[in-house]
């Protein structure tokens, strides 16, 4: 069955913006970084090799779609990851992605490490 077949047009506008909110490189790093547990930005910053100010951007706008929570311990802020099917969904995604790319290269090694016709080499992205 279809989940999405059974959402009013709102709620798709809420999934949409959702897959939106995830489609940045940055906060994809920083999702997979609060994997290991609660962080400060300052600490989350660091491990993402980002500023402060550019991850408490990014943080914000992932908590305005529920990905991330906000916890205060005395003077600091910490952040963790609130919806835990964000880890379903990055490592059902991750996973596919990890498999098309596995069968790419073993496509390229069978054929003496080129890539095979109509893969989207050059040529074919220069037409574009």
């Known amino acids: 069955m279809n989940s999405l077949t059974h959402l009013p047009p709102a709620a798709l506008d809420h999934v949409a913006q959702y897959f939106r909110t995830l489609s940045e490189p940055t906060r994809l790093r920083i999702l997979n970084v609060l994997g290991t547990g609660e962080l400060s930005v300052g600490d989350i910053a660091e491990r993402v090799d980002s500023s402060v100010a550019n991850v408490s951007r990014h943080l914000a706008q992932m908590a305005r779609h529920g990905l991330v929570a906000r916890a205060t311990?005395?003077?600091?802020?910490?952040?963790?990851?609130?919806?835990?099917?964000?880890?379903?969904?990055?490592?059902?995604?991750?996973g596919s992605i990890a498999k098309r790319l596995e069968q790419i290269a073993d496509e390229r090694a069978a054929f003496g490490g080129s890539a095979p016709a109509g893969s989207g080499g050059a040529r074919s992205s220069a037409r574009r």
Do not use: F, H, K, T
């Open 73 to 94: 311990q005395g003077n600091s802020a910490l952040y963790r990851i609130a919806d835990p099917a964000v880890n379903e969904l990055c490592d059902l995604v991750c």
